[in-house]
């Protein structure tokens, strides 16, 4: 199965779900997948917060607490949950802000090793 073919199943199984994206701390996308209802430029939102999430990176590197695993970033209109799956990429899961973040969390963590093998 390809990156948006699992891209489309978490955001479609996760209750909400807007997007997803594999994309680098670079800020270039891998992969995507958008719902056309989304209402949300869900590409530049990733490449936006890629730029804050090296810098988290690179944080968490320098006070020697382990490889980042998961940052959220919630807003009124949605919630971003972001899970490293390498020292280069990122997936991120957007959803709409009612929706059903403890299982986009889930299903986040559930395919991060399957992202993390096919990327090496």
């Known amino acids: 199965m390809g990156f948006k073919a699992i891209l ?3 955001v479609e199984e996760s209750g909400g779900g807007l997007g ?3 994309m680098g701390y670079d800020g270039i ?3 995507e997948y958008v719902r056309e209802s989304a209402g949300i430029d869900v590409l ?3 490449v936006e917060y890629a730029s804050v999430l090296k810098e988290i990176k690179r944080t968490v590197g320098v006070l ?3 490889e980042l695993e998961e940052v959220s970033i919630i807003s009124g209109e949605c919630s971003v949950i972001v899970r490293g799956i390498s020292d280069d990429f990122f997936v991120a899961l957007i ?3 009612d929706g059903n973040f ?3 969390r889930y299903l986040l963590k559930r395919a991060a090793p399957g992202f993390r093998e096919a990327l090496q």
């Open 8 to 10: 489309r199943s978490i």
């Open 20 to 22: 997803g994206v594999i």
């Open 29 to 31: 996308s891998i992969d």
């Open 44 to 46: 530049t939102m990733t």
């Open 64 to 66: 020697k607490t382990g």
């Open 95 to 97: 959803m709409a802000a």
């Open 102 to 104: 403890g299982k986009g």
